[in-house]
């Protein structure tokens, strides 16, 4: 993975490349520059989102097609940003236009059910196991009442969640997700830190969190907590720190660990489902979940989100013991979208499609990383990966914490000033769709090469 003979590289050399490079970017970006100054007249920080706000300025995008996307400047990119994660059909599919245009000639939003839901929710309960699904619109909503289902199933109050794991932004999974240092507590039981103001501190007291990749920690979590736990809510692998694996048999370990104590297990596969398998992480690491939140690539581009459960869990919402329910869940054009994208475009070739390129990424990065010898290495699941700029396999957060981010920061910019965009921030990852060529996933590495090159000049 990582290569044995990796030496440090010198810090003085990473700012000065990286005062260049934001040099370069600024310079080829006015447009965007002067949006965004607009933009803060009328937004907090010039960005409908606080994920969008990313140094050294916003990106402004006009269009996008195929891998493929433009910016307002008129610079052109191979897009392994992917909106987040969810472009994995790639830009303006031709499949998924004419869904979505013939379904908003035929009316767009009805809020009583269409045919289109029971072949999405019928394509899931296939690909992950789970017989039973109700539909949302993002990965917030989908944690949310994955939460709310679980406790009323249990009767139970407290939940538990691995430290630095984002699963949206509702109070109750809001709690250590990128806790500062003189916060976390200690690594082996951390402490409930809300990631923003505004979250009441009694809400936070009932998430409990501890260290991923970490069975004991979690069989105490629950001694500390007899009878009082409704759910371990778990990303089955982190997409929020970089990607951080699950040990062999630790998601097995973490089911066994809830089920002994009367508790649920959650996966949260808002990243992971649909990308790096059909059936996601449940399908690649082989471990069903009591319930699985759903959200992004499933909607082929479309605001979407799904839970899914077990048919006796699922049932409190049968019986009307807990309220699933939103104006746009299952909206048509969603559904639409939904429906080709999983039973059309992301078909056994589009998996295999994937791997190939993933392959091609992943071997040329570790021949870059050889070559000079740097301190990273790379993770490939299928449409998924990144580069951890660490020789050492990162675990859980603490390991992620030793991290050097001005790496991630200077080969964002190197790859945004060479046509590449990634999702910004050092704990993103890559996205690839069914429309990226082998010659676009190489673009990446050569770039790569350049920055390894420099670095090392
Ligand atoms: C693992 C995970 N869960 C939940 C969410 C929240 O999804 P949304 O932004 O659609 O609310 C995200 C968003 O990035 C996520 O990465």
């Not at 105490?220 to 048999?249: C, K, S, W, Y």
């Not at 097995?252 to 059909?278: C, M, P, Q, S, Y």
Request: proline letters at 5%; charged letters at 20%; aromatic letters at 8%.
């Amino acid at each position: 993975m990582s290569t044995p003979t990796a030496r440090q590289v010198s810090s003085t050399r990473v700012k000065e490349l990286t005062t260049h490079e934001e040099g370069r970017f600024r310079k080829a970006r006015p447009r965007s520059q002067q949006l965004w100054n607009e933009a803060r007249e009328v937004m907090p920080r010039g960005v409908p989102s606080s994920f969008q706000d990313a140094a050294p300025q916003p990106v402004f995008v006009e269009r996008g097609k195929g891998s493929r996307v433009w910016d307002v400047d008129g610079n052109e990119y191979v897009d392994f940003h992917n909106g987040f994660g969810v472009m994995v059909v790639g830009h303006a599919h031709p499949k998924i236009v004419e869904a979505v245009s013939h379904r908003i000639a035929q009316g767009s939003h009805f809020a009583q059910p269409v045919a289109e839901d029971v072949q999405v929710a019928r394509e899931l309960s296939r690909r992950f196991g789970l017989p039973q699904w109700r539909f949302t619109n993002s990965g917030t909503e989908s944690t949310l009442d994955a939460v709310r289902i679980a406790r009323a199933f249990t009767g139970r109050e407290r939940l538990i969640k691995m430290e630095a794991s984002y699963h949206g932004h509702h109070d109750a999974l809001m709690v250590s997700v990128e806790p500062p240092a003189d916060l976390m507590g200690p690594p082996d039981e951390p402490a409930s830190v809300p990631q923003s103001e505004g979250i009441p501190a009694a809400v936070v007291e009932l998430t409990t969190v501890i260290p991923f990749n970490d069975l004991k920690a979690a069989e105490r979590a629950f001694t500390r907590h007899p009878g009082e736990v409704a759910a371990v809510i778990v990303e089955p692998a982190m997409m929020n720190v970089g990607i951080v694996l699950p040990d062999q048999g630790y998601l097995a370990g973490l089911r066994d660990i809830a089920h002994n104590n009367g508790a649920l297990l959650i996966f949260d596969e808002v990243k992971t489902g649909a990308t790096i398998a059909a059936g996601g992480a449940t399908e690649r690491f082989g471990v069903t979940p009591d319930l699985i939140a759903l959200a992004k690539a499933i909607g082929g581009g479309l605001p979407c989100g799904a839970v899914g459960g077990r048919a006796n869990v699922m049932a409190v919402i049968e019986d009307k013991r807990v309220a699933q329910m939103g104006t746009f869940n299952g909206n048509p054009l969603t559904m639409a979208a939904s429906k080709v994208t999983l039973l059309e475009i992301l078909n056994a070739s589009a998996y295999a499609h994937f791997d190939a390129l993933a392959e091609t990424l992943q071997g040329g990065l570790d021949r870059v990383i050889a070559d000079h010898e740097l301190p990273f290495h790379v993770i490939t699941l299928a449409a998924r990966g990144g580069v951890t700029y660490r020789a050492q396999r990162v675990r859980n957060y603490r390991d992620y914490l030793e991290i050097d981010k001005a790496f991630a920061y200077l080969s964002w910019l190197y790859q945004c000033n060479r046509g590449v965009i990634m999702a910004p921030g050092a704990e993103e990852n890559w996205t690839l769709s069914v429309q990226h060529s082998v010659d676009d996933v190489q673009r990446y590495v050569d770039n790569f090469a350049e920055m390894a090159r420099d670095l090392r000049a």
